[in-house]
């Protein structure tokens, strides 16, 4: 039993420097005020990104060609590949903060930094003007996203799209949203973690 504990703390240690390696660690905390200031480089955030830009630029260009029929057919809502998250209306990423009548309508939702362009997050809800008001912590990425941005001078275009034909019952408008993430490897889902990191999180 000591032994696998023993063994357990030296896994731990090896890690740590792999996960640190994503960071310039500025200073070392002397005072409680004075916390650790972990700030990615410009050159590990331009890779980091470009890899995610590369990887959704090739699922983009591999998109199957939409069959054209002779009649207007329902749209099969499980079909990922009938989605393409850069084609829909961009909104501002503080849509939620405009005066609305009613909680929304389901929908699927993609976060978008418009600069590259990057699909960094992708959700669904059944309350479109309420499901970003309250806490998430998709909201708290984007802004360590965007702060980290402006101390490297870059530019950002964080925005994002909605897609209305999403199922109204949660199920199958869930499952959409899995199969969404996995195929645009948004790098804000936690199901992608440990593809790219969690830089922001």
Known sequence: MESAKIKQSQDVILMEPEQLSLFDIKSKPVFK???P???MSLDT???WKTRIFEYQQQVKGSQPAVQQTLFDLAPTHVDPDSIDPFLLTLQPISF???PVDGPGEACLYFVIDNALPLILYVGETCQSNKRWKGTHDCKRYL???ENLHRVHQLKTAVCMTFWWDAPIATKPRQQLESALIAKWKSPFNKQN???WGTPFV
């Open 33 to 35: 005020s004075q916390q």
């Open 37 to 39: 200031t972990l700030t």
């Open 143 to 145: 802004t360590f996203y």
């Open 45 to 47: 955030l331009v890779a």
């Open 96 to 98: 939620y903060r405009m």
């Open 193 to 195: 973690w440990d593809v």
